[in-house]
């Protein structure tokens, strides 16, 4: 299939989709406290974007090749779970890290696709600090998106930026071109080395999506008594893994982040300086 491009109307219709996304998340964020169940974050979000904002939830019952049907309207992903965690009767209690992932469907068929972690109650210091330096992570990733750079220059930062932090960067989950199809080319790593992989040209829509943990980057499935659930991913070590997730498109001079809304945490300043925010120069 390749890379699509998407033509400016089209960019037009993926703002739109990266903004309910994203209000999904506004939306659940006073819910997400001490004993609420991931279940009840589900349900919240599947009548919000289906009765209130006319769209579909993409997740539910998206069954690529080798999986079963998921089961649910968004991904929650608790603690040593990686992603795709399946909402359940648990209820988040004081100190849990939760990412919820949310991928909206508009009526015209477009995808926005975004994920935030929450901190439930207080949270450790090492919980926090996880959360906030994955979320610079995915940042030193996305302003390196511009026409010419390459999807290496973006994994780079990414890992450098991890790995500097004391942390690992998954490797078998990566980023995606995102348009009428959930999962398009290219895949976007979060590792890897500058000037490789695919040149970015303006058109290109795509998510970045690190998956960041305390401890080792080993991954395997979530093993109950024998049962796999088919979809959720841990980590081996069981330390603590970190997700944040926007869709972006590449722009003539750099890059959009389409998935903002109002309660979108703001860009930190390494991205916004020189954008209106005073910058020293020399006398
Ligand atoms: N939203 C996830 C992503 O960022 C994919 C979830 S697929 C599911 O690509 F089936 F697990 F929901
Ligand atoms: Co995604
Ligand atoms: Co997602």
Known sequence: MGITLKSPAEIDAMRVAGR?????????????????????IDTLAHD????VQGTTPATLNYSPPGYPPY??????????????GIPAERPLKNGDIVNID?????????????SRMFVVGEGSIAARRLCALTFE?????IVKVKPGARLGDVGHAIQLFAENSGFSVVRE????????????????LHYGRPGTLEELVPGMVFTIEPMIN????????????????????????RSLSAQWEHTVVVTETGYE???????????????????????????
């Open 137 to 141: 992570a995915m940042w030193k990733g």
């Open 102 to 114: 949310v991928t909206v469907i508009t009526k015209d068929g477009w995808h926005g696709d975004n």
């Open 71 to 84: 089961p649910a309207s968004l991904c929650t992903s608790v603690n040593h779970e990686v992603c795709h």
């Open 257 to 283: 982040v389409l998935t903002v809304s109002a309660g979108s945490p703001p860009a930190p300043a390494f991205a916004t300086a020189g954008y209106g925010t005073p910058v020293a120069v020399a006398a």
């Open 20 to 40: 309910l996304a994203s209000e999904v998340l506004d939306f659940l964020t006073p819910h997400v406290m001490p004993g609420v169940t991931t279940l009840q």
């Open 173 to 188: 989950f990566c980023g995606h071109g995102i348009g009428q199809r959930f999962h398009e080319e290219p895949q976007v």
């Open 48 to 51: 919000y974007m289906v009765n």
């Open 214 to 237: 305390a401890g080792r980057r080993d991954i395997r499935e979530d093993r109950k008594g024998g049962h796999y659930d088919g979809w959720t991913i841990v980590t081996k070590d």
